[in-house]
């Protein structure tokens, strides 16, 4: 189950083009390049030991691959 979207927003599916019920389910991973995944496993996994919130950059060339 890692990287799965169990919770999200109206927003937040919107900026990827599905609907909120397509984003559910789906791996945050696969909306983004290999190199751009990993940079985001990185912080995700400092966010979870540290507690401490982090911000992405928006990725206008994030998709469904």
Do not use: H, M, P
């Not at 890692?2 to 927003?9: D, L, M, S």
């Not at 909306?31 to 507690?51: M, P």
């Amino acid at each position: 189950s890692e990287g799965r979207i169990f919770a999200t927003n109206k927003i937040v599916a919107e900026r990827f083009g599905i609907s909120l019920s397509e984003l559910l389910g789906q791996c945050l991973y696969d909306f983004f390049s290999l190199k751009d995944s990993e940079k985001q496993k990185k912080v995700i996994a400092q966010v979870f030991c540290t507690g401490e919130s982090a911000v992405f950059k928006e990725n206008n060339n994030a998709k469904l691959q």
